[in-house]
């Protein structure tokens, strides 16, 4: 079905007719439909806020979704939605006439987050995550108003690496972002249905299309930020050793409580061991306690 490339959704027309993009776009398309089914994603009759910034991941994102929704793949209602957060020199006039000429349903919101970042973080200062949580507050309140039951991110495999080792060398934990939660207010479902997909096929995937590709100049532009100094990392280590991404990305599907720390996740406390001794049958040996403080 995949390579009847006379039947396809308007996000893929003129889409290359190499042998080399029809295998980029099939693995694309099999990485979400596998996240969507492994995650649970999908609830029929619902309606997803896809949220489109206008960088090559959410093009991907918004072009797969659409075409597996064409196929009848994906059974949901989908509303492409850009936040234009009034950074200035945004071109506000490039999503509208896309969306509008591959009949997408969208809703284009402004709300300037711009000021209240640049009035709050001191210049010179890392202003991703107060924009983060200022864009997140807005779709949530989009996604409320428009009906929709989840609001749908453009986070690929790498990203959600990158945020792991994040967290590990600067926060102390280990975290990352998952492929589905639910909001605190516990209403909206958050999905990431590029869980599985690397970055790179991204790039390769919104170029070989030629979309009009916007680039976050308000916190993309900041030198020397956590995430870059991570993502360095991690192309060294892919460098030397071709695969490793993908590797590390298994072990996080591959958690085993039991061989890690965390006395919250695992009753290492409770442990018994258990003695077999001859004619004594098994024996049970509970763990010894500390004595009480006087």
């Known amino acids: 079905m995949l390579d009847d490339l006379d039947d396809i959704h308007p996000l893929f027309a003129g889409a290359p007719n190499s042998t080399e993009f029809k295998k980029l776009r099939k693995r694309i398309v099999r990485e979400v439909r596998e996240a969507i089914e492994a995650y649970g994603m999908i609830e ?19 072009a797969v979704l659409h075409e597996l929704k064409w196929r009848g793949l994906l059974p949901v209602d989908l509303l492409a939605c850009n936040l234009d957060q009034g950074q200035p020199g945004f071109p506000a006039t490039v999503l509208p006439e896309f969306l509008t000429r591959m009949g997408v349903e969208h809703r284009i919101e402004y709300a300037d987050t711009y ?3 640049t009035d709050k973080i001191a210049p010179g200062g890392t202003m991703c995550s107060l924009c983060s949580r200022l864009r997140r507050g807005n779709l949530y309140r989009i996604a409320r108003e428009e009906g929709c039951s989840a609001i749908v991110l453009g986070h690929h495999r790498d990203d959600i690496l990158e945020t792991f080792f994040m967290n590990l060398f600067h926060g102390g934990r280990l975290a990352t972002m998952p492929p589905k939660l639910v909001n605190e207010d516990g209403d909206l479902f958050v999905y990431r249905p590029l869980a599985f997909v690397a970055e790179a096929d991204c790039e390769r995937f919104a170029r070989a299309m030629n979309y009009p590709i916007i680039p976050c100049d308000l916190c993309g532009s900041q030198d020397g930020l956590q995430r870059q100094q991570v993502k360095q990392i991690l192309d060294g280590w892919e460098a030397r050793s071709p695969g490793r991404r993908q590797v590390m990305f298994r072990a996080l599907m591959n958690a085993r409580p039991s061989h890690l720390l965390d006395p919250a996740l695992f009753d290492f406390a409770g442990l018994i061991r258990e003695r077999a001794e001859t004619g004594a049958g098994t024996d049970q040996v509970s763990p010894p306690r500390l004595p009480a403080g006087d």
């Open 44 to 62: 029929r009759g619902a309606r997803w806020l896809v949220c489109l910034s206008g960088g090559k991941d959410s093009y991907t994102l918004l």
């Open 115 to 117: 000021s209240i970042v």
